[in-house]
C-alpha cells in the first residue's frame, strides 16, 4: 500500500520528513517532489532498496540514476576526483537543475549507475527534497517517478496514478517549478558536454565555458555505446501519438493531416497566437513562453492521456535557453514531423 503524504514546502513538517526518511533507511521507496520534476528515490548504498526503483519503474538496468546529495561536501565520498570545472558549475548552479558526471570511487554500487566508470550526481534545489537528504544522511538516487518511456511526474497526482502501490511513501509537495529533467553534464578532459538539456542551459554554461557544447541527442533505438545510456531509450512517450508541426501554416498542415487520415480525436498544443487562427480545433496552450512551455509539457501530455485523446499535434518552440530542452522532450516522443 502507497502511503501519500502532504507536506508544505514553505511550512515543512520535520516527522513527516522524519517518516519518509525512515522508509529509505529501512530500504523502502519514498517519491518525492524536486524543482525539476518528481524523484522516485532509494538508499544508493543499499542494493535490496535501489533495485526496488528498476523494478518499480520496469526500468532497463544498464540507464543510470543520478544520485542526489544534500551538499557539495559530501562528493568527494563518492567521486575519484572533483574536476575545476565542476567546482565552478557547481558553484553558480548549484543546488539546481543540474547534474555532473564524475569518476565513481566505486562506494556507490556501480549496478546503480548503469555499471558506468561514471556517476552522475545532482544537489537538487527544494526545499523537501533538501530536508530528505538532510534528515536521512543518505545518498539517494532518484531517476523520474515514472513509469520507464513515459512522460516525467510533474505533480503528485501523476506519481499516484502512475506508480501507486509501486512506492511506500509519495510526498506530495505541490507543482514542480521546471516541469523538465535537469541538464546533465559531462566533464572529460576540461572538455564541457551537455548530454541531456535542462532549465541550466547552453546559454548559462558558455558565459563561464564558452566552448561548452551539446552532444547529439537524437533517439537511438539501437545498442550502439552512446554518451548517456538513457539516450537510446523511448522517451517521455505519452500513449497519444505526438505529432510535431514545424514552419508556418500550422492550421493548413493539421486540417491536412487528419482528414487524410480520418483523425477526429486530437487537441493541439501551440502558442496563444496560433490557437486564436485555429479556433476550430481543439487546442491548448503550452505557454506564452519558453519557461511556461516547460512547465506544462507534461502535464498536458498526461491530462491528453486522461482524456483518451489519440493524436497531439505540438507546434514546434524556439530552441533558445529552455527551448532547447522542451524541443529535446518533444522531438524524443514525437512520432511524425509535419
Ligand atoms: O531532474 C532530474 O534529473 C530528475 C530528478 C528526480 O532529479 N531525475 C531524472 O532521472 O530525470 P532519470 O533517471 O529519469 O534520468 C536520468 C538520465 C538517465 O537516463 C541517463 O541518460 C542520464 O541521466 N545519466 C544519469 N547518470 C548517468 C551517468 N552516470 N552517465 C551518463 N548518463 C547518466
Ligand atoms: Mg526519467
Keep these: 500500500m502507497t502511503k501519500v503524504i502532504r507536506i508544505e514546502a514553505n511550512n515543512i513538517n520535520k516527522n513527516l520528513i522524519k517518516e519518509a526518511s525512515n522508509c529509505l533507511k529501512a530500504g523502502n521507496l519514498v517519491a518525492f517532489p524536486t524543482e525539476t520534476v518528481y524523484g522516485l528515490g532509494a538508499n544508493a548504498l543499499d542494493i535490496n532498496a535501489y533495485k526496488k526503483i528498476f523494478i518499480a519503474k520496469n526500468r ?58 561514471k556517476i552522475g550526481i545532482r544537489i537538487p534545489n527544494h526545499p523537501i527534497a533538501l530536508a530528505l537528504l538532510k534528515d536521512s544522511s543518505l545518498p539517494i538516487c532518484a531517476p523520474s517517478a515514472n513509469t520507464s518511456g513515459r512522460p516525467s511526474p510533474t505533480k503528485a497526482s501523476h506519481v499516484i496514478k502512475d506508480l501507486n502501490n509501486k512506492v511506500d511513501i509519495i510526498i506530495d509537495g505541490g507543482d514542480c517549478l521546471f516541469g523538465l529533467e535537469s541538464t546533465v553534464i559531462d566533464i572529460t578532459n576540461n572538455k564541457i558536454t551537455i548530454l541531456r538539456p ?52 500550422i492550421k493548413y498542415k493539421i486540417n491536412e493531416y487528419t482528414k487524410t487520415n480520418n483523425i477526429n480525436n486530437f487537441i493541439v498544443f501551440c502558442s496563444p497566437s496560433s490557437a486564436k487562427k485555429i479556433k476550430n480545433m481543439n487546442t491548448k496552450v503550452l505557454g506564452s513562453n519558453v519557461q511556461e512551455c516547460a512547465h506544462n509539457l507534461f502535464d498536458f501530455f498526461i491530462e491528453a492521456d486522461d482524456n483518451h485523446i489519440e493524436y497531439i499535434f505540438v507546434e514546434e518552440i524556439e530552441k533558445i535557453g529552455i527551448g532547447r530542452a522542451v524541443m529535446n522532450r518533444i522531438e524524443r516522443a514525437k512520432t511524425e514531423i509535419l
Design 60 to 117: 532497463p538496468s544498464d540507464n543510470p540514476l543520478i544520485v542526489h546529495l544534500g551538499t557539495f561536501e559530501e562528493i568527494s565520498r563518492y567521486v575519484k576526483s572533483i574536476p575545476s570545472e565542476a567546482k565552478t558549475l557547481a558553484n553558480k548552479f548549484w543546488p539546481g537543475p543540474m547534474t555532473l558526471l564524475f569518476e565513481s570511487n566505486g562506494v556507490i554500487p556501480r549496478q546503480v549507475y548503469g555499471n558506468l566508470d
Design 198 to 249: 535542462g532549465a541550466i542551459t547552453l546559454e548559462m554554461i558558455q558565459e563561464l565555458f564558452p566552448n561548452a557544447c551539446q552532444a547529439n541527442t537524437q533517439k537511438k533505438n539501437s545498442d550502439k555505446k552512446v554518451l548517456s545510456p538513457g539516450m537510446k531509450y523511448l522517451h517521455y512517450c505519452p500513449k497519444a501519438k505526438v505529432i510535431l508541426v514545424t514552419g508556418n501554416n
